[in-house]
């Protein structure tokens, strides 16, 4: 059962516009979401992340974008740079419940420049 | 740099052997956590440890097992190994081990049985 999805394996968009990438999720005791990139041969970076109790969370380039409602979370990249050409990959916690952390299976962005 | 450092980063060995993977967490940080990757599939979570107990557990196979030692690092043991073991395993961290921080990753170990 995968409790957090990421249904789009790839995505290309061209540099200086916006990235949009999407994950959905089953469970509705997550309460705490990360953004996590990931280059080959590296580990997972973290990104960004937003806790159930805002609907969204700004740095820099990089905004997420919670609907609880719609158990849907959203990654925003603006502009995009080639340099953000990776893997990205959503998580989630139940926080203070099973500590467990539940990754999406990822989606490989590519900026064309 | 995260910080969180493993090794081997890479080990070949033979179906029916046993190895072990080694990771070093963040300096103060008390839990570790333990994941897999296989071909292009995402991150499985198989077990954290929280300042040395077991603190959940996810699809970890039998004929794998982890601890955490009292000065933090922690060890994966994979024992009886077969061709579909061979995959990423990664090795992150966190300073409160209660799901509301992020989890720091080192790069990884990368198995291949043969």
């Known amino acids: 059962d995968q409790q957090v999805k990421q249904n789009s394996p790839s995505l290309s968009v061209q540099e200086g516009r916006i990235s949009i990438l999407n994950c959905d999720y089953t469970?509705?005791?997550?309460?705490?979401f990360l953004w996590y990139k990931k280059y080959p041969a590296e580990g997972p970076t973290f990104l960004i992340s937003i806790s159930s109790i805002k609907d969204k969370n700004e740095d820099g380039r990089f905004t997420v974008f919670l609907n609880k409602s719609a158990k849907h979370l959203s990654l925003h990249i603006v502009p995009s740079q080639p340099g953000d050409s990776a893997v990205y990959f959503c998580a989630a916690s139940e926080g203070s419940g099973t500590y467990k952390y539940i990754f999406g299976t990822g989606t490989r962005l590519k900026v064309l420049a | 740099d995260s910080g969180v450092t493993q090794t081997p980063k890479h080990l070949i060995t033979a179906t029916g052997q046993r190895v072990t993977l080694r990771c070093s967490p963040r300096s103060g940080d008390l839990s570790v956590y333990w994941y897999q990757q296989s071909l292009d599939q995402g991150l499985q979570f198989l077990i954290q440890y929280y300042n040395g107990e077991e603190r959940a557990k996810g699809n970890i196979l039998e004929r794998f097992s982890a601890q955490q030692f009292p000065d933090l690092h922690s060890e994966l043991n994979l024992s009886s190994l077969e061709l579909g073991d061979s995959a990423l395993y990664f090795c992150?961290?966190?300073?409160?081990?209660?799901?509301?921080?992020?989890?720091?990753f080192g790069n990884g170990t990368r198995l291949t049985v043969t």
């Open positions: 992150a961290s966190s300073g409160t081990g209660t799901g509301l921080s992020p989890l720091h």
């Open positions: 469970n509705s005791m997550f309460d705490y």
